[in-house]
């Protein structure tokens, strides 16, 4: 069965200091990947996907993620945080059977931006 | 384009009884899926339509149903509340590409008492 693995529950980093937030993924097939975040009583915020070719994709807000399949990974980074990134940030890989999809989340990785 | 809306964004209901959240995707999206969010289990899938079927359906119980309608509107139905439905109940749509991205709306919180 696919299953997603944040290991840090909670990241705490600097305004202006680089980011990387890890996610590590177990499905069988080609991945479809995705990284969401989540402001306080909010939804989830689509920031980047990956389906296929480039493997490091650029996403909105100034993030970006690297897919290496050799790891199973698909790490999201930003060069510099901003206070606003203080959020919850969810890994999820899409899972495609037949013609059904879904997602399966990771647990999050809450980032705290110090000033 | 207008985003995923869900209504209603809050909800307060006592144990036994029923309710229905409703769902309103992205014009165009065909797929509706929905996910309960809590802070034990974290993000949870429930069950995916396309085209007024179920496509696919997560591990919950028969007291969580769903319908999806000619327009792609949807709505997810819980039968006989427990305290543990208290979640933030997520709807996502997503174009008609297989594997697609999926679009989230506000959240439902449903709090039973």
């Known amino acids: 069965a696919q299953s997603v693995t944040q290991p840090d529950i909670h990241i705490t980093v600097s305004e202006g200091a680089s980011l990387e937030l890890r996610c590590n993924y177990s499905y069988g097939a080609t991945p479809y990947l995705f990284w969401y975040v989540q402001s306080p009583g909010q939804g989830l915020q689509l920031l980047l996907k990956?389906?296929?070719?480039?493997?490091l994709v650029q996403g909105i807000k100034g993030f970006e993620a690297e897919f290496k399949r050799s790891q199973s990974s698909f790490n999201l980074r930003k060069p510099s945080v901003h206070w606003s990134d203080a959020a919850e940030y969810f890994c999820a890989v899409g899972v495609v059977t037949g013609t059904a999809s879904k997602l399966t989340f990771g647990t999050g990785t809450r980032l705290q931006v110090t000033l | 384009k207008a985003g995923v809306t869900q209504t209603p964004r809050y909800l307060i209901k006592t144990r036994g009884q029923q309710v229905t959240l409703s769902c309103s995707p992205i014009s165009g999206h065909r797929s509706v899926s929905w996910y309960q969010q809590t802070p034990g289990q974290g993000l949870q899938f429930l069950f995916e339509?396309?085209?007024?079927?179920?496509?696919n359906k997560g591990n919950f119980p028969g007291r969580f149903s769903g319908r999806q309608f000619s327009n792609s509107r949807s709505e997810m139905n819980v039968s006989t509340l427990e305290l543990g439905d208290s979640a933030l109940y997520l709807c996502?749509?997503?174009?008609?590409?297989?594997?697609?991205?999926?679009?989230f709306g506000p959240g439902t919180r449903l709090l039973v008492l």
């Open positions: 339509y396309f085209s007024e079927t179920q496509r």
């Open positions: 996502a749509s997503s174009p008609p590409v297989l594997g697609g991205a999926q679009y």
């Open positions: 990956y389906f296929s070719g480039d493997t």
